[in-house]
């Protein structure tokens, strides 16, 4: 029986000696994740801009699927599932909220 796998996210960790290493690699790592959460809540404004009516913007189905999707990734790259849905259904509420402002003020926000 073969003990090979395909490479996991968690296995990209680079062994830090001490909190230094740590916070260089998190501040490389947030280089990233920042401008593709902020493209991703670019998305979330068009999303409001076509919907144009609040009672549209919760979709429960669509935050379940979200969530179904994002555990397996998280499971599948060697994360906890527990901590990723968290922080992706504080994600989907924060980009709710936006979009219902983008709705009610939409010259509060940059149009897209």
Known sequence: MSTDRAKQAIDLVQHCTDMLDVRRNVDA?????????????????????????????????????IVRRVRERTAAEGGQPDMMEAVYRHLMEECIALSLIHISE?????SI
């Open 29 to 65: 790592l947030d280089d990233v994740l920042v401008p593709l959460l902020v493209t991703r809540m670019g998305y979330m404004q068009q999303a409001a801009r076509i919907k144009a009516d609040a009672a549209q913007v919760r979709d429960e189905g669509r935050i379940e699927a």
């Open 106 to 110: 939409p010259t509060r926000l940059l």
